[in-house]
Every structure is written in C-alpha cells, then in structure tokens.
C-alpha cells in the first residue's frame, strides 16, 4: 500500500504503549525489558514525524523527558559535559558552547528554527544517525565521547566509532545515552561548522567542521568532519593528515582540503547530488579551515 | 494634480486590515478549525498507483469497524469538470469523484467517514483492491504523445459531447495572425530556444478541508476552502442533481490559495459523499502530504523562435507550448488561449504562430497557480528578448520598450476572445525610475567578471490582467455581484460572494465604497456570506475584483439623494446634491454647494427613512466589467553568484507597478514582496520531483523536502524598493488596476537574467539550482 495512505500526520496514525519513568534506573529497566521493540523519545522532532510518516511504528515508546537531572551543561576536569535531555536552545544559550566549542555553536545557529531547536536534543540528533545530522560533524572534530548506560553498566563510545549507517549506531538494543563529554580546547585551537542546504532551516545537502591547533605558525593538529556525504557522518583522515605539522596557510588549507573526497562517498538524492556534493565538500572544508584558523589569529590579537 | 492621498479620503491611505488582529492571534476561524456536534471525520483511500485499472475494491473489514464507506459505485459516475469557468460547449470534462480507472498516484477510489479521525484512519487502512491491470506510470508528455504510449484517457466529454482523447492530448489550441513566411524574411536576427519549466506546489499555507452538514429540511451547508462559494454549489447540484436552492456554500476564510482552490476541490465533492451516505455531517482536512498529491502548477515545455530587424523592430513570433497537464483537466484548454494570450500580449511580433498542446500524464493534476502560465511564458520570453538584445547589441530595456504592448494597442491576455484596448500604461515611467534605483547603466556584461563571487543584475517586464471582463461574451464566464444596504444608524452592510484570498480584495472594496458614500471603511460591515444571500459572483480569480462594490454604492447614493430630496426643503433634484466625508463630524455629508441650510448628515437621511417608514435604502447589482485593463510590472534584480557552490542570493531589487490609482499602498507593496519571493522559489528552488518508476512524488509530500525561501533567503528591506507609476485607468474603480499576479509574472524572467549576467550562463530549465549552476560553469568555477 502507497505510503499516502498509511500516513495521516494530524494524528498519531498507530498504537503503542506508552511509558514515562521518572528515574533513569526505571527508564534502562523499563528498556531492557521492552528491548528490542521501543524507541526513547526525549525532543521528539524526529521520531514523531517518523511515526506520523509510518518510517517507524514502535510498539513501545518511553518518554525520557519527565527525567529528573539529565538536563544540564556543565564543565568539570577539562571536559564539557553535556546531559541527554539537553536542547539546541540550551546549548544555543551557553557560553561554554559559543566560546569554547564554536563550531557546534555554528551548527545550532543553522538548525531548524527556534521552535525546533527548543524541542530538540542534542542526544537525540546523534541517537538518530541521519548521515546530515548539523552535531555530528562539530562534535566529531571536537573529539565528543558519548556515554551510554543500561542495566549493565556505563561505557563510553568515541563519537567516532559511534555511526553505523543511516538511522544505525553502535548502542545495543538496550542503551541509553545519558551523557555527551567534549574535552576543552587548548588555547591557540579553534573549529568552525559549514554548511549547505536549499534554504536556511532546512537539512544540510553537505556539510563540513574543522578543528585547528596552531602552534608558532604551524598546524599541531587538526580534525576534519563532513555530514551528508557519506553513510554516517565522516571524518576526513587524508585531510587531516595534510595538515598536521604543515605551515598554517591557506596553500596548506587548500591542498589538505582537496584530500578529502578520498573519504566520502555521496550519493544523488532529493536534496542534491553525487558530483555536485563531491565539488563542493573540499569548498566546504576549505573554507571552515579559513573560518578556523581567522579565529584563532582573532583570539591571539 | 493632487496625489491620491489628498484627492480621497480613504482611498490611497494605508489603513489596517480588519481582520489582521484576529489572524494574528488565532482567533479567526478557518474550514478546518470548524466543528459540529455528532460530525464524522472523513479519509480519503487513493490508489496505491498511478496508472491502473481496479477489478474490485472490497470494503467489509472497514464496515465492521463501523465506518461508512463509498466508492466509485456509490457516487454519480457521468464526468465533470471541477472549474466552471469556460462555457459548458468549450468545457472538457474527465473527473469522477471516485474512480475504478486512477490515473495518479493520490486518485481518489473511495473514501470512508467514522466518529474519530482515528477510527477513519484504521478504517481507510483496511480497504484492499483487486486490479485488472497495472500499467507503468507516463511521467514525461513528450514520451506520453508517442505511439508506444497507454492511453491514459480515451474518451472524455466536450460539453455534453463525447469526443476521443488521441496520443493522450486532452485539448489543442493553435492560432496564426500576419504572414510569417514575411517575417522570417524580414528578420535581420533569429532566434530560437526551448525552455522547460518546473511543477511547483502552490504551498498556500491552509491545506483544503471541505465540511458537509446535512440540516433538518433536507438542505446541505458547506464549510470548505475554496475562492468561488457559487461555483462550488451550480457543481454539487450538477454533479448530485442537488436542487441550487437545498444548497448553501458558506464564505469561510481561506488560508492563502494562489489559485490552488480556483476550482471546487475534489475533497468538497467527496464530503458532500460521505455526509449523504453517512447522514451525518462529514469533515475532511487534508494534511498537507494529501494535499501536495491534490494540486500543482502546469508543467510547460516552450519552444520560442523570434526574429526582428538590425533596428531592433520584431518581425515575428513562434511559440509551442507543450504543457504536462498531469492526469486531469482542470482548465488546460482555457490556459492554452491564455499562454497564447501573454505571448501576444508581451510584445509586437506582428506575425505569429502558436501552437498548444495539453497532453495527459500520470501526475497530480495541474490547475491555475498565481499568473495562471504568465510566469512561466514570461519567463522565456524576457530570457529570449535578453538573448536578442546581446545578439543585435541593444540595451534589452531599448529592445523591450520599442517593441512592448502598451498604450492605445489592443490587448487580450485572457485569451483570444477576451480582448480590450490599453487606456493607461505606466511602463516607461517605471523603467527609467527602476533603472536610476538599481544603477542600470553601471552594469558590466558577464565578461567583465570575476573572482568567487560575481553579481549579476536582470531586468523582467510583465503585467497581468483585471479579472476576465470583456466587451463581448465570449468562452469565458465573468460576472460577479453584491448587496450594499444602508443600515438605519447610516452604517453600511456589505454582502458579497467574492472570497479575499489574503489579498485585500474585499479591504479594497470596503474603501472604495467608503469613498463613494463618505462612510469610514470600519463602519462598513463585510457581511459572512454564502451562495444564499449572495449573487452570483464567478470566483476571486485572474486579480480582479475591485469593480462591483463601487457599482452598487453608486446606486445606494443615488437613492440616498431621493431620500434627501424628501428631508430638506426646497429641495427638488436629487442631482443636485453632493456627498462628502466630513472629518470633524466623522461621517458622510449631504449638501448642495452654496446653499448653507442644504446640508443634512448621511446617519441623519437614515434614520429618517426608518423612522417615517420610507423603506431600506439598499442595492443589489450583478456586474460584468467590460475591460480586463493591464496592469504592467517590472523588476529590476540583483544577485550574486557564489561561483564556487553555485549559491545564489538576491541582493537587491526594485519592484515597480502600474495598477493604476493605488487604493491601499501597504497591501500592494506587500503584494510586490509576495511576488517576489514566489517568484524567485519558482526561479531558484522548486520542483515536485516523481520517481520514475513509482510515480510517487520523491518527498512523499513532506514539505521537509519541499522547499520554500524563509524570510532569511529574501533580501533585507531596506534593499527591496517599491516604486509604483503616476497613472489612473479610466475603466477601473478611481482609477484602480488589479495587482496580485501582476506582481509575481516578470519575477523569474529577471532572476534568470541576473544570474546570466552574472555568471555569462544561460538556463533553459527552471528551477536553476545551484546543482545545475555549478554543472554549467565547470569544475568548480575556480580561475
């Protein structure tokens, strides 16, 4: 049957059970017994329109919001410690986020709208493994590790490792996010977020971050990201490796920034295209290394 | 001269909307906000694909849930057309409210009713098809007109006439005027291109909803989205065989439409259904998925040819107007006229040749999008007067003002039998300001450009006409009316079929009004209406309404001279009296110049009327205008091109307009904004896109990946100049021309040339995407 007719967006079209833990001890109970079939809403912008879309049809759904005390940004040991309920907004309005961390702030200011972004988290947006997800590029280049719990224990997962392929990352069934944990910066670094999309507001057709550390003119390390060019969002290994211990310039910016179509893989999709996003992810990385590298000159006068 | 503002009252001044308070609160009631005790909620089941034939649709699981269903067996099954605009001899009919034969994919083939929007659902998910036959889906017209093609439709009905449908072209259209054999002869310069357009959705913010309530007498009421409340009744009884007078189809606001409800929409009739069967009222709200399958622009492939003199003087014109008309008739044959009418109508080509064709595919059905096919022909055209410009090495606006349709010529954008003389035209004026303002003459060619970031300034000239109206009778019906009274306080009640889209239609009338019988436009009640009390209006279409509440409130002072003539003494001839708004007393004034103690206040007659029981003083009116008068647009746009992501941004724009006497300066300057925007979506961004092998639509109708400009994509305010032109339409109400399409039709024919100017690329397909951008400047446009 045709899609349109399984879908009716005024209402929540199926049934599922509902639950809303007031603990995280009863939520990952709650999970590891419901486990596989139940799905965690915290923001609810994407799973809800998935629902209503019929992408998704949990049987079981567990509201995590009425959570007490995983809402917070903090910062404690060198490390930004970011809880799962969390919103864009909160993020948006932290000025741990906008001096420390600026090319997530760069990607909160370009996703969705206001509304959207006071709804939605921050966990989420990872949880839900879109390869154009706006946190993923920033947070990866920022070196975020995601903690996960369930009845088992807490362990940690580099955001690295943590994307498998559109909508699939590396939580068991069972597995909650309940904290994201982004090391500050050294001084002297910086990273900024790029990204482009049909409009403001929309989902990225691609999209890049770069994370510099300049040290007496010269690149000491260096991260590249890119979204929506690729299964799961990417880093850009060759890049990276073409500005590590290279001058600070643009010729090294520029040369590193061609490296990166070794590690991508677009595809043609409604948004966009395979050879248009292949043209402009090495524009996209070039100019987030400028935009980077412009800050730090600004934060060293 | 003095200027509008101080020649009037009212008109010319910016007063609020009435209704902006309660729109921008919530408060105002909209079809779907609209509920009645014991109302069922209706859904709608579509076919699962585009092009099939159905053996069977079985419909018990959905009946034991206790949900009332219907299918093509339980509605009249003689076709119809949804639009009643063309007279009945010339109207193409190929609609069924439900079909065993669906031809898209989101063809209605039954529909169900239950006591909660739940119930409905699970119920519509129930029903299960048997088909005959699938066919592949024809997405492509051209590959539709080939002999290896399915007939989509064989036979339809012209009038009442059956005629066959051949290659799938479901109605023609060609003209020829002059010699053009001469005019290829005389031409110095040809040149010949073919551009494509894009299916846009018209994305009016309220999603169609029709409510059908059954009252006691055996009468319907209607609640639903449309622009035309008359239509959408002669269709239900039509289609019924519903005595006009059981029906009654309330004015419920509308949520924008931009044509998309210029018909009555299929989920009206499909209401109308299911109350019947059900015997209970019946509610469908569309969601906005439903409704992105329900309706979208036509798809027009254009091929022009033009020639003209080294002089710059146009020999000829040729146009093929291939339209995608997807896999209904809405209006197609209409439209096919009016291309041909814009393409006339735009400049002298002195000899010409057209050729349209309307060709069936098995996509949503096309129906009238603001412009109504003068976005699109305008945009070929001002590219290919561009192309000749470059080519002969004339400035396009010489090109465009030796050769344009103005003053004294005569005129027919709505078609061939829709024709009148221009009696004021405010082009040139327009040009030489709009070109001061964007700084015309410092523009460089695109040769003279480089780096990442290049801008790019165009120029597009169009216009659009003042409804239908016409000297003769001709295919098309457009006649509207209204009911002015004058209450016994001097206040005004003012009753009318017309629909205000978001526009000011009405806004427009109440002031034009208020200026003819001086009373304050906030005093004048515009009465919620429906076909019961209305006369026949055709519907808010073609941007024409401003005529017919002047009309009556000249009638209505007629009668309140006679009345002053009984009141004052001495007094004989009504003819004698002037009427004025007097601002101190804060009403109307009746007086006879020179003579102090003639003088006697308007809420003074009207009360008096009562008081001695000489009756109500009120008119009623049915009003046929008799000229659709041009009003003219030109933008003048500037871009810049990021030449290596292939973005682009309006910079800059000025936006002029000739309508004549402009009765309410913020509305059409917001009206210009609109336009703009709507037109740079159409020019940069949107598409329904169909996957070839489904024929689904690729975003499954979900605006995530439908997109629009948001207020951030549009150039800042203080960038954006409104200049409107000196001039005053002798056939027009104070001198007034219709705006809202005229302020959209030149839009993407100046983004296309500002970004050609820019880049030195010309494209021929719209929308020009940044993909397509950057494809056509190579590898990146590094240098």
């Keep these: ?301 | 001269m003095l200027n509008i503002a101080e020649r009037y009252s009212f008109i010319g001044k910016d007063i609020p909307r009435r209704d902006a308070d309660s729109k921008v609160r919530g408060l105002l009631e909209f079809s779907t906000d609209i509920s009645v005790p014991g109302m069922y909620y209706g859904r709608i089941v579509y076919s699962p694909h585009p092009f099939a034939d159905i053996e069977e649709i079985d419909t018990r699981e959905a009946e034991s849930m206790g949900a009332v269903v219907i299918t093509p067996k339980d509605v009249p099954s003689k076709p119809f057309n949804i639009r009643l605009v063309s007279v009945n001899e010339v109207t193409f009919k190929d609609w069924n409210i439900l079909t065993f034969s669906p031809r898209y994919l989101g063809d209605p083939v039954a529909a169900v009713a239950a006591p909660s929007e739940e119930l409905a659902q699970k119920a519509a998910e129930s029903i299960k098809f048997k088909f005959r036959k699938v066919y592949d889906p024809i997405l492509d017209a051209f590959e539709s007109m080939g002999s290896q093609s399915a007939p989509i439709r064989e036979k339809i009905l012209k009038g009442e006439e059956e005629i066959p449908v051949r290659r799938n072209v479901g109605a023609e259209l060609n003209y020829l005027e002059g010699d053009l054999e001469k005019g290829k002869r005389e031409a110095d310069v040809v040149i010949e291109r073919a551009f494509k357009t894009n299916r846009r959705y018209h994305f009016q913010l309220e999603p169609k909803t029709s409510l059908c309530v059954p009252e006691h007498d055996g009468r319907f009421s209607i609640y639903t989205t449309t622009q035309t409340i008359h239509n959408t009744r002669i269709l239900i009884g039509q289609v019924f065989g519903i005595p006009l007078s059981k029906i009654s189809v309330k004015r419920i606001p509308i949520g924008g439409s931009f044509g998309s409800s210029i018909q009555t929409n299929l989920v009206t009739l499909i209401s109308v259904a299911l109350c019947m069967k059900a015997k209970k009222p019946v509610k469908i709200s569309l969601t906005r998925e439903e409704d992105m399958y329900d309706h979208a622009d036509y798809e027009m492939h254009l091929k022009l040819r033009v020639g003209a003199r080294r002089s710059g003087e146009l020999t000829f014109g040729e146009l093929v107007n291939i339209m995608d008309i997807g896999a209904h008739q809405v209006q197609a044959y209409p439209l096919l006229g009016t291309a041909l009418g814009w393409f006339v109508s735009l400049y002298k080509w002195k000899n010409i040749k057209y050729e349209g064709k309307a060709v069936y595919t098995n996509k949503t059905p096309s129906c009238a999008f603001r412009g109504y096919g003068a976005p699109q022909i305008s945009w070929a055209v001002e590219s290919i007067m561009d192309e000749l410009a470059e080519e002969l090495g004339m400035d396009p606006l010489d090109l465009k003002l030796k050769n344009y349709v103005g003053l004294g010529d005569v005129f027919w954008g709505q078609g061939p039998t829709v024709r009148s003389v221009i009696r004021s035209d405010g082009v040139k004026e327009l040009v030489e300001k709009g070109k001061q303002l964007i700084g015309w003459d410092r523009r460089k060619p695109p040769s003279m450009k480089q780096g990442r970031y290049r801008t790019g300034i165009g120029f597009g000239r169009s216009f659009h006409t003042s409804g239908a109206g016409g000297p003769i009778s001709g295919e098309v019906i457009d006649y509207t009316g209204a009911t002015l009274k004058l209450n016994e306080d001097g206040t005004l009640d003012y009753i009318t079929a017309l629909q205000d889209h978001g526009g000011g239609t009405l806004e427009a009338h109440a002031k034009i009004i208020a200026e003819e019988l001086g009373v304050p436009p906030h005093l004048i009640n515009i009465v919620p209406s429906d076909t019961s009390v209305t006369p026949y209006d055709v519907c808010t279409h073609a941007s024409r309404g401003t005529y017919v509440g002047g009309e009556a409130a000249q009638i209505v002072k007629s009668k309140v001279f006679e009345a002053a003539t009984r009141i004052l003494p001495k007094a004989v001839n009504p003819e004698a009296f002037k009427l004025v708004y007097d601002e101190t007393l804060e009403q109307a004034v009746v007086y006879v110049e020179g003579m102090k103690d003639m003088r006697i206040t308007l809420s003074e007659i009207a009360r008096t009327s009562w008081q001695r029981n000489w009756g109500t003083i009120a008119a009623t009116v049915s009003y046929r205008a008799t000229s659709a008068p041009p009003t003219f647009t030109v933008f003048f746009v500037e871009v810049e091109v990021d030449t290596y992501t292939g973005n682009v941004k309006p910079k800059r724009v000025v936006a002029g307009a000739d309508l004549g006497t402009v009765i309410n300066p913020k509305l059409a300057e917001g009206q210009l904004h609109g336009g703009f925007v709507m037109g740079w979506s159409m020019a940069y961004l949107e598409d329904t896109i169909y996957d070839r092998r489904t024929g689904e639509l690729l975003n499954k109708g979900m605006v995530v990946d439908y997109k629009i400009p948001t207020s951030q994509d549009s150039p800042k305010l203080e960038d954006f100049k409104v200049i409107f032109a000196n001039t005053y339409e002798p056939t027009g109400p104070y001198g007034a021309k219709g705006l809202g399409e005229a302020a959209l039709n030149p839009v993407a024919g100046a983004v296309a040339n500002a970004i050609y100017n820019a880049v030195g690329v010309r494209f021929y397909t719209l929308p020009i995407t940044p993909e397509r951008i950057l494809e056509a400047i190579s590898g990146g446009g590094k240098q």
């Design chain 1, 1 to 301: 049957m045709s899609s349109l007719n399984r879908m009716n967006t005024r209402i929540l079209p199926t049934s599922f059970n509902y639950y809303e833990p007031r603990t995280i001890d009863e939520a990952l109970k709650l999970l590891s017994e419901l486990s596989p079939e139940v799905r965690i809403l915290a923001g609810g912008t994407d799973l809800i329109v998935k629902m209503k879309a019929r992408q998704v049809e949990p049987k079981n759904i567990i509201n995590i919001k009425r959570i007490e005390g995983l809402r917070y940004i903090t910062e404690e040991k060198g490390k930004i410690k970011i809880g799962a309920l969390a919103t864009w907004r909160d993020l948006e309005k932290s000025w741990q986020i906008s001096k420390k961390i600026p090319a997530l702030f760069d990607a909160i200011s370009v996703m969705g709208s206001v509304q959207v972004r006071s709804m939605a988290t921050i966990a989420g947006n990872l949880c839900n493994a879109s390869p154009a997800a706006d946190s993923a590029p920033p947070l990866l280049v920022h070196g975020a590790i995601v903690k996960a719990s369930s009845i088992r224990g807490t362990r940690e997962i580099p955001l690295d490792k943590f994307f498998l392929s559109p909508g699939k990352t590396i939580l068991m069934p069972d597995e909650i996010v309940v904290e994201i944990e982004i090391p500050v910066p050294p001084q002297r670094s910086s990273s900024a977020f790029l990204k482009l999309s049909r409009t403001a507001m929309d989902l990225a057709k691609a999209s890049a971050a770069a994370y510099l550390e300049v040290e007496d003119g010269k690149v000491v390390d260096a991260k590249i990201a890119l979204g929506a060019v690729a299964p799961r969002p990417v880093r850009s290994l060759s890049a990276e490796a073409e500005l590590i211990g290279k001058p600070a310039t643009e010729e090294t910016f520029s040369l590193a920034s061609r490296q990166v179509v070794k590690d991508i893989s677009p595809i043609d999709d409604i948004r966009s295209t395979a050879s248009y996003r292949k043209k402009v992810s090495p524009i996209l990385v070039e100019d987030a290394l400028k935009l980077a590298f412009s800050r730090i000159r600004g934060e060293l006068g």
